[in-house]
């Protein structure tokens, strides 16, 4: 969830990937697995991404989440938010690192939910898929980063996503790997060391990539159509893929008459804001709903101002094809 915060906030410009963090004193006092930052450190967000990522750094965590949100509390209230809009029922966040503490708690199924949505910012895998990287590779005190999570280096496919333990929640991982257009998310919780933590997934992910497949509808980029703004500075949205969009089938289930609708609402007005709902995509077998995603609009659109919109109007009054 700390990590989503963070894609969220680059992908609404509140954060640049070169923007310098600050460490507090307090971001500096957290135990655990961290990167050793020093209090007044200062570290891209770059690389306090690939120390959370690659090395679960619970100091680096504090750090983004004072960045993001302005204290660690204010940032704990943005989790639990985002929580409760992801519909999870059995997940309640004291903190941005997961060391324990009172009320602090999630389900493998609520984990799976939020690395699915994370995944959706793509770019993340550059950090959770490296195996080892450097930070402060240029200072006197260079950091080697050695990725947690082995099966990046050792599953065919395997880009992420991030392992845990704690002495109450033991050996936990939620993983993922992408072989062609196919990828799989496969949690598992409690498990008593590494080896067998990471030989539950492997047989998770190879049961998977043996029984399933899946047809893709849009690639990242791909134009979905256009999106009408009544009284909109910009009258037209058009709307692209900000993410694959594809439909899980079993091996050997023929995909013939597999199609899909894109049905967007008719009465969408501005203002309008970035993540608003304004339609659906819908994938049917026949007559058949298989799935449906949620589409969002891509952008903020303010009301047109008097002028513009008696422009409009009287272009579509006197200039009639």
Same mark, same amino acid.
């Given at each position: 969830?700390?990590?989503?915060?963070?894609?969220?906030?680059?992908?609404?410009?509140?954060?640049?990937?070169?923007?310098?963090?600050?460490?507090?004193?307090?971001?500096?006092?957290?135990?655990?697995?961290?990167?050793?930052?020093?209090?007044?450190?200062?570290?891209?967000?770059?690389?306090?991404?690939?120390?959370?990522?690659?090395?679960?750094?619970?100091?680096?965590?504090?750090?983004?989440?004072?960045?993001?949100?302005?204290?660690?509390?204010?940032?704990?209230?943005?989790?639990?938010?985002?929580?409760?809009?992801?519909?999870?029922?059995?997940?309640?966040?004291?903190?941005?690192?997961?060391?324990?503490?009172?009320?602090?708690?999630?389900?493998?199924?609520?984990?799976?939910?939020?690395?699915?949505?994370?995944?959706?910012?793509?770019?993340?895998?550059?950090?959770?898929?490296?195996?080892?990287?450097?930070?402060?590779?240029?200072?006197?005190?260079?950091?080697?980063?050695?990725?947690?999570?082995?099966?990046?280096?050792?599953?065919?496919?395997?880009?992420?996503?991030?392992?845990?333990?704690?002495?109450?929640?033991?050996?936990?991982?939620?993983?993922?790997?992408?072989?062609?257009?196919?990828?799989?998310?496969?949690?598992?919780?409690?498990?008593?060391?590494?080896?067998?933590?990471?030989?539950?997934?492997?047989?998770?992910?190879?049961?998977?990539?043996?029984?399933?497949?899946?047809?893709?509808?849009?690639?990242? !980029?791909?134009? *979905? $159509?256009? @999106?009408? %703004?009544? =009284? &909109?500075?910009?009258?037209?949205?058009?709307? #692209?893929?900000?993410? /694959?969009?594809?439909?899980?089938?079993?091996?050997?289930?023929?995909?013939?008459?597999?199609?899909?609708?894109?049905?967007?609402?008719?009465?969408?007005?501005?203002?309008?804001?970035? !993540?608003?709902? *304004? $339609?659906? @995509?819908? %994938?049917? =077998? &026949?007559?058949?709903?298989?799935?449906?995603? #949620?589409?969002?609009? /891509?952008?903020?659109?303010?009301?047109?101002?008097?002028?513009?919109?008696?422009?409009?109007?009287?272009?579509?009054?006197?200039?009639?094809?």
């Amino acid at each position: 969830m700390t990590m989503l915060l963070i894609m969220e906030a680059l992908d609404h410009g509140k954060l640049k990937m070169d923007e310098k963090v600050r460490t507090s004193e307090y971001a500096a006092s957290m135990g655990g697995s961290q990167i050793f930052l020093e209090p007044g450190e200062e570290m891209t967000v770059q690389d306090m991404l690939k120390g959370i990522a690659m090395a679960s750094g619970n100091d680096a965590s504090v750090a983004m989440a004072e960045k993001v949100a302005g204290s660690e509390e204010a940032f704990v209230r943005m989790m639990n938010e985002r929580a409760a809009q992801l519909g999870l029922k059995n997940t309640h966040f004291s903190n941005p690192n997961g060391l324990p503490a009172e009320n602090h708690y999630t389900s493998a199924y609520d984990i799976a939910i939020m690395s699915k949505e994370l995944l959706k910012h793509e770019e993340v895998t550059k950090f959770t898929g490296l195996y080892q990287d450097y930070l402060r590779k240029d200072s006197p005190k260079p950091f080697w980063l050695v990725n947690t999570n082995k099966l990046v280096r050792f599953y065919s496919g395997a880009d992420g996503l991030k392992t845990g333990y704690t002495s109450e929640a033991k050996f936990c991982l939620s993983a993922t790997a992408k072989r062609d257009h196919f990828r799989i998310i496969a949690v598992v919780m409690g498990e008593p060391d590494t080896k067998t933590r990471n030989a539950e997934v492997t047989k998770l992910f190879d049961y998977a990539f043996s029984q399933y497949t899946n047809l893709p509808i849009y690639k990242t !980029g791909d134009a *979905i $159509g256009d @999106l009408k %703004v009544g =009284k &909109g500075e910009v009258p037209v949205v058009p709307l #692209t893929a900000k993410h /694959p969009y594809s439909v899980l089938l079993k091996k050997g289930d023929a995909a013939e008459g597999i199609r899909h609708e894109v049905q967007l609402r008719q009465d969408v007005k501005a203002p309008l804001a970035a !993540g608003e709902p *304004i $339609g659906k @995509l819908v %994938v049917y =077998k &026949g007559n058949q709903v298989l799935t449906e995603f #949620t589409l969002e609009s /891509p952008v903020d659109v303010k009301k047109a101002g008097f002028w513009t919109l008696t422009k409009r109007t009287a272009k579509r009054l006197f200039f009639i094809d």
